[in-house]
């Protein structure tokens, strides 16, 4: 599976959106990008994944660019849940099998 | 309702006595997983069963063991527990099949395992 490159630590104010990166230059056609957030103590939680097209749920936006070799996860409203660590994820598994990196520590503030 | 329950939460036990956690899920998915998260720490993938099929990651120690007696049910066994295993351990199930694939794992709470 491609390896993906993420800030180790980001801020964002409550309220506001917050886009966070994600590299994956070596990524295959075949491989799809997935976002998982953990918020401290819990288990991951799945946000969303996407494979070439962006994508939007109630949680998010995935928005991954024309090459493919990075992506963006965008929270519209941050609020103060929100603050976690998220993993960018890539891999040829469409049933789960995941490894994650070390993901980017996010935290919202008032 | 909690879909995906490992029990027990927190676990503390002496070094070199065995322990097991369980997992259970009320999902029917076929893919169950087990990962390692140490403090501060990504998870890291330990093994998983595909269905009946057991999966185990290259660099997963010998010390851990796992059993899936039926679909519901997946248990962790560590033989002899070193101070290095103290961690969380992270329980996860997913479906595999054509139509209803997403992708998403469905992860427990998880179980701290402290080793004294």
């Known amino acids: 599976d491609a390896k993906t490159t993420q800030p180790p630590s980001m801020d964002c104010a409550e309220g506001r959106a917050a886009n966070l990166p994600c590299n994956h230059s070596?990524?295959?056609?075949?491989?799809?990008v997935y976002w998982y957030r953990q918020i401290h103590s819990q288990g991951p939680q799945y946000i969303i994944h996407g494979l070439k097209n962006n994508e939007t749920n109630e949680m998010a936006s995935l928005i991954i660019t024309e090459d493919r070799k990075s992506s963006t996860l965008i929270l519209p409203h941050a609020t103060l849940r929100d603050t976690a660590v998220y993993y960018c994820?890539?891999?040829?598994?469409?049933?789960?099998?995941?490894?994650f990196g070390a993901g980017t520590q996010v935290v919202v503030t008032p | 309702d909690a879909m995906v329950i490992q029990n027990p939460r927190y676990q503390v036990t002496q070094f070199g006595k065995p322990v097991t956690l369980s997992c259970s899920q009320t999902l029917n998915h076929n893919v169950m997983y087990w990962y390692q998260q140490k403090s501060s720490q990504a998870p890291k993938l330990l093994f998983h069963y595909y269905d009946k099929d057991f999966n185990n990651e290259a660099d997963t120690p010998d010390n851990f063991q796992s059993r899936r007696p039926n679909t519901s049910f997946c248990f962790l066994d560590i033989r002899s527990p070193g101070l290095g295993d103290t961690a969380m351990y992270l329980c996860a199930t997913s479906r595999d099949g054509s139509a209803f694939n997403t992708g998403e794992l469905f992860f427990g709470e998880g179980s701290r395992l402290t080793v004294l």
């Open positions: 994820i890539v891999t040829t598994d469409s049933w789960g099998k995941l490894q």
């Open positions: 070596t990524i295959s056609g075949n491989e799809y």
